[in-house]
């Protein structure tokens, strides 16, 4: 039987692009080898100045339910005898780790459009995007409090309380409760609900905006203040990034010919870039 790839990507226009967690069977729950795919994938984007805006989904009616539980204690290209249960957890971890920070530290805005539940280590890859929009039906728990283990992983403790603030992020760390749409929506954990077929339009739609009001070096100058800001740098240190982001930005043409077209009445878009 041939194995569809757990993770596809395509381009939905010139700069565009659509990651799919593809084990809808598993509501895309995550196994090593979609973690690798990931991490490689997110390494070639990280170098593909053509792609300037990121979509993240899941394929069926899931996001992400978060590690493969029927895999995690049988998965043998983790396990290894010789290696004994220290290490093999580790590797593990890590493999979660680097496709957390592979996402955070991608140059292009990713929009998780969140299709239906995320939940452990799904609920935090949509927390290390940008932006989140999500069905009606969509939901989020820290799944990992309701397994035995700690309530924070895959980055969920430091995302969580910068976006949610330190009392209901403690709550749904403490009890894996889920937190639905509209509250989500209300806590501003999500930007948007849309109705199922409206949702990759939305998203596609919200991607395009980026790509036409923004250059390509301003919007990769704005992610990387985006995530200084979220690591927590002082007023000095975020003023001397953004300073030097605008001081290379002056010097493009694309400072220069916005501001022309912006003079003489005309409509400036960084589509064509
Ligand atoms: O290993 C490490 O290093 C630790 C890393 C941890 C990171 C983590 O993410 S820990 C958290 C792991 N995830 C969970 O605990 C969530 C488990 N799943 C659920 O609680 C529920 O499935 C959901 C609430 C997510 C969805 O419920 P529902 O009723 O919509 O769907 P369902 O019927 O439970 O699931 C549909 C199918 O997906 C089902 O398969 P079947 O019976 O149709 O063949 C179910 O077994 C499968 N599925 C759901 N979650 C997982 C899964 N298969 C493997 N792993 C899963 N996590």
């Not at 593990?92 to 998780?112: D, E, F, H, T, W």
Request: aromatic fraction near 8%; charged fraction near 20%; hydrophobic fraction near 40%.
């Amino acid at each position: 039987m041939v194995q569809e790839a757990p993770i596809l990507f395509e381009k939905v226009d010139d700069h565009i692009g659509v990651i799919t967690l593809n084990r809808p069977n598993t509501l895309n729950a995550l196994c090593f080898d979609t973690l690798h795919q990931m991490k490689a994938l997110f390494d070639q984007l990280s170098t593909d100045l053509d792609t300037r805006v990121l979509i993240l989904t899941g394929a069926g009616k899931g996001f992400c339910a978060g590690a493969d539980l029927k895999d995690a204690l049988s998965d043998d290209s983790v396990w290894d005898e010789k290696r004994g249960p220290v290490q093999s957890d580790y590797l593990m971890q890590q493999a979660y780790a680097n496709v957390a920070s592979g996402l955070r530290k991608l140059p292009q805005p990713v929009i998780a459009a969140v299709n239906g539940v995320a939940a452990g280590a799904g609920f935090s890859l949509t927390l290390a995007c940008d932006v989140r929009i999500a069905v009606p039906t969509a939901k989020f728990n820290c799944a990992f409090t309701s397994i035995g283990l700690g309530g924070g992983d895959v980055s969920s403790s430091y995302y969580l309380p910068k976006i949610l603030g330190p009392s209901l992020a403690a709550e749904l760390m403490y009890s894996g409760r889920f937190i639905e749409a509209e509250e989500s929506l209300h806590q501003g954990l999500i930007s948007r609900i849309c109705e199922p077929n409206e949702l990759m339009h939305s998203a596609v739609a919200m991607a395009k905006q980026f790509v036409n009001n923004t250059s390509p070096f301003g919007l990769r100058a704005t992610k990387e203040v985006f995530n200084l800001s979220l690591e927590g740098l002082s007023l000095d240190q975020m003023l001397h990034i953004e300073n030097r982001n605008q001081v290379l930005a002056l010097q493009t043409s694309d400072f220069k010919n916005s501001v022309e077209s912006w003079l003489n009445g005309e409509k400036f878009t960084y589509a064509d870039k």
